[in-house]
């Protein structure tokens, strides 16, 4: 999924974004993910990979959220509902996204996603 952080309660990408931002995108990416993990029954495996510290620090529970509580809350939710269903870990790179572990790989990389969002988004990709 491709995009700005959705901000309107209303509207069918919400995960709970206050307001846009680099620390709100990323863990609305990290949402993205978990929620991809909840809707695809499967028991493999998977690794979701993240370039922000603090997105995934939040989702843990490391770190307590001070704004975007809503958002905080729903990366939690959705990181114990996919802890439910099968083997996940959280792991640092500073290029990939999410790497699900299926007998074929798929790969969101950061910068492919800058260098392409915007044709995909003229092209109605998502």
């Keep these: 999924m491709l995009g700005p952080v959705e901000t ?11 307001y846009g931002s680099n620390n709100t995108g990323k863990l ?4 993205e993910g978990l929620l991809w993990t909840n809707t695809h029954e499967n028991a493999n495996p998977i690794a979701i990979y993240y370039d922000s510290k603090y997105a995934a620090k939040i989702t843990t529970e490391e770190y307590t959220a ?9 990366a939690r939710n959705l990181l114990q509902k996919a802890l439910t269903k099968r083997k996940l870990d959280l792991n640092t790179s500073k290029d990939i996204v999410m790497i699900p ?12 996603l800058k260098e392409n969002a915007a044709e995909q988004l003229k092209n109605g990709i998502t």
Excluded: M, S
């Design 66 to 74: 001070d704004n975007n509580e809503y958002l905080a809350a729903t």
């Design 101 to 112: 572990v299926t007998t074929q790989r798929t790969n969101w990389r950061t910068k492919a």
């Design 28 to 31: 609305t990416a990290i949402c």
């Design 8 to 18: 309107k309660h209303d509207a069918t990408h919400f995960k709970g974004a206050e």
